[in-house]
């Protein structure tokens, strides 16, 4: 079963630039999340989908995130303009509806480490 | 709000030693309390647990919930250089979100 993949692995932009990140997660899989993980820190959620809605963006910094899964698979996750304390890894991760497996178990991609100069 | 601390934050044993690891959870709608390891990259699965006192085990890892003490705990038995890493543990809720902890960084020495 392949992973979770995101691309690209590590970005450097200096502050005020834009910034994209890309997100295919486990075929199959409809719930999407996107964290950001600061360093010494656990991962926060920024935003969940399930198909290409959105269930709980409530910690995404609207001014400047911006998200979207328009297909229901694929998802981008963009920032703009990326400020120094966006410094961080983003994670993406996946998981399939409650039911199928028993447990909602989430498998996350390698994700790409992102710092702002 | 929503919440998962976790103790210790950081974890120094030699190999050979037994840690145990402390989550605590304060959340709405609890589903599944979860832990993963973080090497270098991305959280690996461990143990999912949803019923309480029900012990999981994989090899020297095993994990347990408590329910009325909205706790859990991850021990590691013999433990080796490779097991250095961040251990964290999320909160599953329902309508599949996920609250993580600061995570335990716990190094072994050789």
């Known amino acids: 079963e392949a992973g979770v993949a995101q691309s690209p692995r590590y970005k450097i932009i200096e502050k005020r630039q834009s910034v994209a990140f890309w997100c295919n997660p486990i075929s199959g899989h409809a719930t999407l999340y996107w964290y950001q993980q600061i360093l010494g820190q656990g991962p926060k959620l920024l935003i969940q989908f399930q198909n290409n809605g959105v269930v709980d963006d409530s910690q995404l910094p609207k001014d400047r995130f911006s998200a979207e899964r328009l297909k229901g698979v694929d998802s981008t996750l963009k920032i703009q303009p990326a400020k120094l304390e966006d410094s961080a890894v983003y994670l993406c991760a996946s998981s399939s509806p409650w039911g199928l497996a028993g447990d909602n178990e989430q498998f996350f991609g390698p994700g790409t480490r992102l710092t702002v100069l | 709000e929503d919440k998962v601390v976790q103790s210790p934050l950081s974890l120094v044993v030699h190999e050979g030693d037994t840690v145990t690891l402390n989550c605590s959870y304060e959340?709405?709608?609890?589903?599944?309390l979860l832990w993963y390891k973080q090497e270098k990259k991305a959280p690996t699965f461990l143990f999912m647990l949803t019923s309480s006192g029900i012990e999981k085990k994989s090899g020297r890892l095993s994990s347990i919930l408590d329910k009325k003490e909205l706790s859990s705990i991850l021990n590691i038995t013999a433990t080796q250089t490779g097991d250095s890493a961040i251990y964290l543990c999320a909160s599953g809720v329902y309508g599949q979100n996920f609250v993580f902890g600061p995570g335990t960084r716990l190094s072994v020495l050789p």
């Open positions: 959340v709405t709608n609890f589903r599944s």
